[in-house]
């Protein structure tokens, strides 16, 4: 069975560093790309970046390139979102997500991580 | 950039009702269009991916149709479950972008 399983809720404060985490099992981690995806409190979805985690290959959505920093190691099957220095505006539930691609080329989000809520407030 | 734009941003509908969200792009993107289900407090759940291939385990109520850039998911009768908001997501752009509409909410009339 896929699974994406993310780290818990963190509380940070401005200034702050963090790294969240994403562990994938089930399938070969190193052959799908993997997504993150934010949602800041009542909005909608954001598409922030990908990782290839079999070469560290990595494109950022032109909106979070510089803000954040997206790694992945394969020798534990994990992927990371990491930021470093947080601000009041990083508070938000962020996913990860393996993408999948049809035969077609079309490529998509199949399987989600639960999510990690990430509170920044002094 | 590829802008994704939805209507309506909210419905309110019956169980049994058939509803269909129109999602467009600002430019064409193929069939490269998915369609996803949000709960409240819940990940999204792919239902459509390649404009109208239907993910495996989705019921068959749910479709997706067109290409170019106006595309939609229909509902063919709505069940209490799928009280949700859902989100249209392109996967066009090159270098790779997946880029997402602002989401459809369906509430119960």
């Known amino acids: 069975e896929v699974q994406l399983v993310q780290s818990g809720a963190e509380v940070k404060k401005p200034g702050e560093s963090l790294k969240i985490s994403c562990k994938g099992s089930g399938y070969s981690f190193t052959s799908y790309w993997i997504g993150w995806v934010r949602q800041m409190p009542g909005k909608g979805l954001e598409w922030m970046g990908i990782i290839y985690p079999g070469d560290s290959d990595t494109r950022y959505s032109p909106s979070f390139q510089g803000q954040v920093t997206i790694s992945a190691d394969k020798s534990i099957s994990t992927a990371y979102l990491q930021w470093s220095s947080l601000k009041a505006s990083d508070t938000a539930m962020y996913y990860c997500?393996?993408?999948?691609?049809?035969?077609?080329?079309?490529?998509?989000?199949?399987?989600w991580g639960q999510g990690t809520l990430v509170t920044v407030s002094s | 950039d590829i802008q994704m734009t939805q209507s309506p941003s909210s419905l309110s509908a019956s169980v049994g009702d058939r509803v269909t969200i129109t999602c467009r792009a600002s430019?064409?993107?193929?069939?490269?269009l998915n369609w996803y289900q949000q709960k409240p407090g819940k990940a999204p759940k792919l239902l459509i991916y390649?404009?109208?291939s239907l993910q495996s385990g989705v019921p068959s109520r749910f479709s997706g149709s067109g290409s170019g850039t106006d595309f939609t998911l229909t509902i063919s009768s709505l069940q209490p479950e799928d009280f949700a908001t859902y989100y249209c997501q392109q996967s066009y752009s090159t270098p790779p972008g997946f880029t997402f509409g602002p989401g459809t909410k369906v509430d119960i009339k």
């Open positions: 390649a404009a109208s």
């Open positions: 997500a393996r993408v999948a691609a049809a035969g077609t080329g079309a490529n998509y989000f199949d399987y």
């Open positions: 430019q064409s993107i193929s069939s490269y």
